[in-house]
C-alpha cells in the first residue's frame, strides 16, 4: 500500500496534459451519457487526497460522492479485501456461502438503530438496495403503494428513477416510470412559505394528508425517505417532520425505509442519519460508505420484514461478493478504532464556523449569497441565491465556484433539484489542515467569483 503525501500540489493546469489526451480517449469510448464532474485521470487516492496522472495532489471534498469515508486506500480495507482477493473472488453467496457476508450482517444487526432482531440481505449498488426494500415490503405487507417525496434520490434503474424526483438528468427521456408511485412534500425548512419553525408539522400534515386522500394508507406498502435527503440538496427534514411520518406509518401498518446510502455510516456524525431524531425505522437501506470503496450495498430490518418474500425471491449473482464484504469489514473497524463519528462532528465544528464567516463576509456580493449553511457532520452544504429574500436559485455561481475550486486543485460537487447547492463531504479522515487548507480555496473562489 503507498502512503500518499497529505499536501496540495498543482504542477500542471487542471486537468493537465496527460488527462486531456485520456480525456480524449475517453470521449472516443466512453458513453457520452456517462459524464464526470471534474476529468482529472487518477493514479492513487488516500485520505484527503486525490494525486492525478499529471502528479497534481488535489484535496478531496467529495469522497467519490460520499463513498470513501475511510479514505479510498484505508489500510483495513486493503489488508482484508487483498487477503479475501488471495482466497478467492467469488462463488455466489447463492450457490456456496462463506463466513464473510455473515459478519457484514452481523455487524449491520449491532450497528443499526433499534434492538429488535434484525436480518439484512447484500446487493451491490444503492439502487439495487432500494429496489429489494420494495420488493420485501410489498412481499410483507401485500400491497402495491410506494410514497416518496420532494426532492428524494433513489438511483437510477427503471424503479428508483420512479421514486427520484428530478427529472434532468436522471429521468428525462427514459420513461415510462414503474407505477404505483406517489410523491408528497418534504419538510424543506429553508424555502417553507410560513417558514422553518411551522415546517415540520405542517409539511408532515400536508403529506399525511395527501397519502391518505389520494392513495389510502391500506394501499401502501411503503414509506421511503433519505434522513438527510443527498442529491435533493442536503435537506435536512425539519424536525417533528420524520417522528410525524413515522407514527403514521407505525398506525398503518406501512413499512417505514429509511435511504441512508448518502448519509449512514458515520457521514453525519452518528452511524446512520436517522438517530438523531431517535428513529428506528422498520428497513434501512446502505451503501456508499459501507465498503471503503468496494461496491456493497445491503437491506437491513425487522427479522420479520425481512423473512416475508419466498426462499429464492431475493438475490443476484455478485450480491454479497466476498472481497466486497471484507472490504466492508474493514471499513467498520476503521470507524470504530478512529472514532470517525467523533471526526466527522469535528468536520462539521470546522466547516460551520468558517462557511458562517464567509456568508457574512460575502453577504453584499450583488449576484449572489449564501443563502443557507446545512448539513450534518461531514455532509455539509451551502445554498447559493440571487438575494436573501426571493430565495432566487443561482445555480450560475454554484456552477462557477465549483469550476474556481477545481483550478486551484479542490474536488467539490454540487447539488440540489435547483443545481444551486455547493456540497461538501470529505473523507471523514482528512487532516484538519487540508480541511481548511480546502476552506481557504472555497473563500477565494467567492472572492474571485
Ligand atoms: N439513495 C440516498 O444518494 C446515490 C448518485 C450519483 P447507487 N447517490 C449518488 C449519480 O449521479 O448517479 C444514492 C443515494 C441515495 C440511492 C442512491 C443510489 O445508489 O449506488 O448510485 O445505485
Not at 499529471?54 to 460520499?66: K, M, Q, V, Y
Not at 410489498?138 to 437510477?156: I, N, P
Request: contains cysteine; proline residues 6%; hydrophobic residues 40%.
Amino acid at each position: 500500500m503507498t502512503e500518499i503525501p497529505q499536501e496540495r500540489r498543482v504542477v500542471t493546469a487542471i486537468p493537465g496534459p496527460k488527462s486531456q489526451e485520456l480525456q480524449a480517449r475517453r470521449t472516443a469510448t466512453v458513453a457520452g451519457g456517462v459524464g464526470s464532474v471534474l476529468p482529472v485521470f487518477t493514479v492513487r487516492a488516500g485520505g484527503g487526497i486525490i494525486e492525478d496522472i499529471d502528479g497534481n495532489r488535489l484535496i478531496d471534498f467529495g469522497s467519490g460522492i460520499a463513498v470513501t469515508s475511510v479514505g479510498a486506500s484505508a489500510e483495513a480495507v486493503v489488508r482484508r479485501a487483498s487477503a479475501q482477493l488471495a482466497d478467492f473472488t467469488h462463488t455466489c453467496f447463492m450457490v456456496t456461502p462463506y463466513e464473510g457476508y455473515v459478519e457484514v450482517c452481523e455487524a449491520l444487526a449491532e450497528l443499526t438503530p433499534g434492538d429488535h432482531p434484525k436480518k439484512s440481505a447484500l446487493f451491490n449498488s444503492g439502487a439495487e438496495a432500494v429496489e429489494n426494500a420494495v420488493k420485501i415490503a410489498r412481499a410483507y405487507t401485500k400491497r402495491q403503494a410506494v410514497v416518496v417525496f420532494d426532492h428524494g434520490y433513489h438511483g437510477r434503474t427503471n424503479l428508483t428513477m420512479a421514486l427520484t424526483a428530478k427529472n434532468m438528468p436522471y429521468k428525462h427521456g427514459f420513461g415510462p416510470f414503474a407505477p404505483e408511485i406517489y410523491r408528497v412534500p418534504v419538510a424543506y425548512g429553508y424555502r417553507w412559505p410560513t417558514g422553518p419553525e411551522n415546517c415540520g408539522p405542517e409539511a408532515a400534515a400536508q403529506a399525511i394528508d395527501q397519502i391518505t386522500k389520494q392513495v389510502g394508507p391500506e394501499n401502501v406498502a411503503a414509506i421511503i425517505i433519505e434522513p438527510v435527503l443527498g442529491e435533493g440538496g442536503f435537506i435536512e427534514p425539519a424536525k417533528g417532520f420524520m417522528p410525524a411520518i413515522v407514527k403514521f406509518a407505525n398506525d398503518n401498518g406501512i413499512v417505514f425505509v429509511a435511504d441512508e446510502i448518502q448519509s449512514g455510516f458515520c457521514r453525519t456524525g452518528q452511524w446512520f442519519a436517522c438517530e438523531d431524531e431517535g428513529i428506528v425505522p422498520d428497513l434501512i437501506t446502505t451503501a456508499k460508505g459501507i465498503a471503503g470503496g468496494l461496491p456493497l450495498a445491503a437491506v437491513t430490518g425487522r427479522a420479520e420484514i425481512m423473512d416475508a418474500p419466498h426462499a429464492g425471491g431475493l438475490g443476484g449473482t455478485y450480491g454479497g461478493n466476498p472481497v466486497a464484504c471484507a472490504g466492508a469489514l474493514g471499513s467498520i473497524e476503521t470507524m470504530r478504532e478512529q472514532d470517525l463519528n467523533g471526526k466527522a462532528k469535528r468536520i462539521e465544528e470546522i466547516m460551520k464556523g468558517r462557511l458562517a464567516a464567509m456568508q457574512e463576509k460575502f453577504a453584499h456580493n450583488d449576484r449572489f449569497v449564501i443563502g443557507d449553511i446545512r448539513g450534518r457532520g461531514a455532509m455539509i452544504a451551502i445554498e447559493l441565491v440571487k438575494d436573501l429574500v426571493t430565495k432566487e436559485p443561482a445555480p450560475e455561481a454554484a456552477g462557477a465556484l465549483a469550476k474556481a475550486c477545481h483550478a486551484e486543485g479542490l474536488v467539490v460537487l454540487t447539488c440540489g433539484t435547483y443545481g444551486n447547492v455547493l456540497r461538501f463531504l470529505p473523507p471523514l479522515v482528512i487532516g484538519e489542515d487540508l480541511l481548511n487548507e480546502g476552506l481557504d480555496i472555497i473563500e477565494s473562489a467567492f472572492a474571485q467569483v
